[in-house]
Every structure is written in structure tokens, then in C-alpha cells.
């Protein structure tokens, strides 16, 4: 059974130390309400960049790292996915996808809060510092081991007491439920701690 995010004292308390409300009625407010405004953060899997826009007008991140590679993947395991087979346009329609995001976020881009980086996760957060990032949000590559990859380079680069959040923590989909189990795993066996899973999102906490 998925607890309710008032159930959870971890969030109650994380909520109470940013003076952030702990529970809202859209899918992922809660996250929005979680997240520490003046914060370092990353996004992982941007798309058009329409979560992006409520973490700048909901939380005031002072830097957020968008990553994705906008690159179409045509193994048939995609035909499901946004950057496959719903790419109909293929290649041509990440390179829009990425050149609109560009464009949707060029003040923030001009003043320095927003960075956008074209490329894959691994490869982009391999060049931060250690307990860079205030919180990561993973929407990336669905598939059981990309999430792990994820997952276990988000650890390294998020503070102690930061986050690691990220969507579709559920079963089945074209992934065949790849997050929940790379999820499910690393908190078994990661020093993270389960925050929240609400409307297929998943908050953890890293300890330290």
C-alpha cells in the first residue's frame, strides 16, 4: 500500500524546515512544496520543458541544470516513448524540441539560472563536484538500468539531507515498470530515505 504523503513524519519535518505546505492536490505539487527555494537542482529528462517551467515559477531554483540528450532512439523497445516511436518526425523533432526549450528559457538562460546541457545524464553529471545538487529529479530513460545509472550518480552528486525525486514510479508502462524497480532496490540498498511515492512520484531523502 503507497502511504499517504501526512503519514510520512519525514515529510511533515522536511516541509516544517523549508516552511513549505506538505500536500497539494496536483500530481506533483507535493514535490514543488518539498523543494527548498534558492536551490541547486537538476532535472533529468526535460522534454519541452513544461515541469522545468513550474520549478522556476513555483520554487525559484538560484541554479537548474536541464539535461537531456534530445536524442531519437528508434530500437523497437522506444516505439512507446516520447523520444521514439511518438517522435514521428524523429531526429528533426528532438532538434525542435531542444531549440524550443532554448528559446522558452533564454532570460534564464541570459541571467544564469537556468543551464541547459544536451547530452546524457551519466555524462553530464560526471562533471559536477560531489554534493553539488540540492535535489535531483529523474524523468530520464525509463528502462530498469538507465534509472539505476541514475539513480546511483544522483547519490553522489545530491548533498546529505537533499533529494533525489523523480516520476513514473509505477508498474507496467512500455519500460515494463523499470523505475519502480530501480527504485525499489536502491532504497533497500542505498543510505536514502523513502519520503514519499504519491501520484507516481517518488520523494527520497539522502541521509548523512
Not at 517522435?87 to 531542444?98: H, K, N, V
Not at 532554448?102 to 553529471?125: A, K, P, T, W
Request: net charge negative; with cysteine.
Amino acid at each position: 500500500m503507497i502511504p499517504s504523503l501526512g503519514q510520512i513524519p519525514a515529510i511533515r519535518n522536511f516541509a516544517r524546515l523549508f516552511g513549505r505546505a506538505p500536500m497539494q492536490p496536483s500530481a506533483r505539487q507535493f514535490l514543488l512544496d518539498l523543494i527548498p527555494a534558492d536551490s541547486v537542482g537538476a532535472e533529468i529528462g526535460v522534454h519541452k520543458g513544461d515541469f522545468s517551467a513550474e520549478l522556476l515559477a513555483q520554487v525559484r531554483p538560484r541554479e537548474l541544470h536541464l539535461i537531456d540528450p534530445w536524442q531519437h532512439e528508434t530500437s523497437d523497445i522506444y516505439r512507446d516513448a516520447w523520444y521514439g516511436g511518438k517522435a514521428s518526425a524523429g531526429q528533426l523533432e528532438m532538434d525542435e524540441r531542444y531549440q524550443q526549450t532554448c528559446d522558452r528559457f533564454e532570460e534564464e538562460m541570459d541571467d544564469g539560472r537556468v543551464i541547459v546541457h544536451r547530452g546524457y545524464s551519466d555524462e553530464v553529471l560526471a562533471g559536477f563536484s560531489d554534493d553539488y545538487f540540492d535535489w535531483v529529479y529523474i524523468d530520464g530513460n525509463h528502462l530498469y538500468e538507465f534509472v539505476r545509472q541514475d539513480l546511483l550518480l544522483s547519490l553522489q552528486k545530491v548533498r546529505p539531507g537533499g533529494m533525489i525525486t523523480g516520476d513514473d514510479y509505477t508498474e507496467g508502462g512500455w519500460w515494463e515498470g523499470g523505475v519502480k524497480l530501480a527504485v525499489d532496490e536502491f532504497v533497500r540498498e542505498a543510505p536514502v530515505e523513502l519520503m514519499a511515492l504519491e501520484n507516481r512520484q517518488f520523494a527520497l531523502r539522502v541521509k548523512g
